[in-house]
């Protein structure tokens, strides 16, 4: 059974920043494609940023320059460390991952993932 386990949410005021992890199993970072989900309460989830085997990364435009998508070095994780955190921002954020499409398709929505976290609540106040 593939365990995504986020981690690193919490509360912060607005401009401050924060880290997300996301671990699990060794073969799911090296053949799939990873990323970042989020829902705000009442709204669609929507994609934040993805990252791809070779480690090109993809952001949503509402978050481009602020947010960075990386993979640990030589750990089963991938973080999204958030910078600039604005009240809009708030949401619960997942981690999930896709076989088969790249990042840029991860982000748009528009397949199934394969897997995903149980999530993690992130709320900025202003």
């Known amino acids: 059974q593939v365990h995504l386990v986020e981690s690193g949410g919490g509360s912060v005021q607005a401009g401050g920043s924060l880290r997300l992890s996301c671990a699990g199993s060794?073969?799911?970072?090296?053949?799939?494609?990873m990323g970042w989900f989020r829902q705000a309460p009442g709204k669609e989830r929507e994609g934040v940023a993805s990252?791809?085997?070779?480690?090109?990364?993809y952001y949503a435009d509402s978050v481009k320059g602020r947010f960075t998508i990386s993979k640990g070095n030589g750990k089963n994780t991938v973080n999204l460390q958030m910078d600039s955190l604005k009240s809009e921002d708030t949401a619960t954020y997942y981690c999930?991952?896709?076989?088969?499409?790249?990042?840029?398709?991860?982000?748009?929505?528009?397949?199934?993932?394969?897997?995903w976290g149980e999530g993690t609540l992130v709320t900025i106040s202003s």
């Open positions: 999930a991952a896709v076989l088969g499409i790249s990042g840029a398709e991860m982000l748009r929505g528009s397949f199934s993932m394969d897997y």
């Open positions: 060794s073969w799911l970072y090296s053949d799939y494609v």
């Open positions: 990252i791809d085997n070779d480690g090109t990364a």
